[in-house]
């Protein structure tokens, strides 16, 4: 039995939401203080690597197309590498802020993924809508961890936190019965519900 798409989309958000906040702490009282206590220091690492393990088990329940399992192996690597990336920098084992670098790459790769196995127009159907604004939202802020790289400032740090919970907002919402994002295309209602 295959869960629904908005169960999966809300446990995602979830961990968007919690990675979000641990990350906006962050900034806003400084690593030194955020990192006193080991377990919030891990925190943001060890969720984006469970987000990964959480998306692979997604890409393995998935019976859509080769396109959507694709994209959401390239998802569960990404958020593994990244996670990886900087539970290391969190360790110590690497301290150059250009290991930003991997995170933005995660990101950029997220994003484009969200965009094209969305084969749908924006307005065809509400998962159409939300997996555009998601991979757009996703391309956008790879800008935050780019400018980490090269400028390392908390500020930067606030802009990719608050985008995680921008997303998870956009999770949130989308439920199958909101009727502002029900079926908006007259080929969508014929097809079904959207594949998420």
Do not use: Y
């Amino acid at each position: 039995m295959t869960p629904r798409a908005e169960i999966a989309h809300w446990v995602f958000a979830s961990v968007f939401l919690f990675m979000g906040l641990l990350l906006l702490a962050e900034a806003i009282v400084g690593s030194e203080v955020f990192r006193r206590r080991s377990w919030r220091a891990h925190a943001w690492p060890l969720l984006a690597i469970a987000g990964g393990v959480l998306l692979w088990v997604v890409t393995v329940l998935s019976t859509f197309s080769t396109l959507h399992v694709t994209a959401h192996a390239l998802w569960a690597q990404a958020a593994m590498i990244a996670g990886g990336v900087q539970l290391a920098v969190v360790r110590g084992k690497l301290s150059d802020p250009r290991w930003s670098l991997v995170t933005a790459t995660a990101i950029l790769l997220s994003g484009v993924s969200f965009i094209v196995h969305e084969q749908n127009a924006w307005f065809f159907a509400r998962s159409a809508f939300l997996h555009h604004l998601l991979g757009w939202t996703l391309v956008v802020a790879t800008i935050f961890p780019l400018l980490h790289a090269f400028r390392p400032r908390r500020g930067w740090q606030a802009g990719l936190a608050l985008t995680f919970v921008a997303m998870a907002v956009m999770l949130f919402a989308d439920r199958d019965v909101a009727p502002i994002f029900g079926h908006l295309s007259p080929d969508a209602a014929r097809i079904g519900q959207a594949t998420p």
